[in-house]
């Protein structure tokens, strides 16, 4: 069993900032892919950032140099800081991990999400 849960989301007012925290547990053998998708209300779910076991990264145009995204491998935990903060940025975010477990090969687990709203 492999749960992915993620905190930290809120209200916050625009050009403000906010950090989302993701850990995952359970009987995981190696994580490789960490990383955050959003969904805005109407729209489909769409990439944001993610960061490899070596600690590369990869941003969406839209939150190059304001959202930055990390990983603490011994927790298990991936993080997104949030900087300047737009209203477009309102949406649940979704945190998902590609890992292996001891009974099972690498695949995707995804959390329920995290509502993060930003308005005045």
């Known amino acids: 069993q492999v749960q992915v849960v993620e905190s930290g989301g809120g209200l916050v007012q625009p050009g403000g900032s906010l950090k989302l925290s993701c850990a995952a547990s359970?009987?995981?053998?190696?994580?490789?892919?960490m990383g955050w998708f959003r969904q805005a209300p109407g729209k489909e779910r769409e990439f944001v950032a993610t960061?490899?076991?070596?600690?590369?990264?990869n941003y969406a145009d839209s939150v190059k140099g304001r959202f930055t995204i990390s990983r603490d491998s011994a927790k298990s935990t991936v993080y997104l800081r949030m900087n300047s903060l737009k209203p477009d940025d309102t949406a649940v975010y979704y945190c998902?991990?590609?890992?292996?477990?001891?009974?099972?090969?690498?695949?995707?687990?995804w959390g329920k999400g995290t509502l993060v709203t930003v308005s005045s």
């Open positions: 998902n991990v590609d890992l292996s477990t001891i009974a099972a090969p690498s695949r995707d687990y």
């Open positions: 960061i490899t076991s070596d600690g590369s990264t």
């Open positions: 359970g009987d995981i053998s190696r994580i490789y892919v």
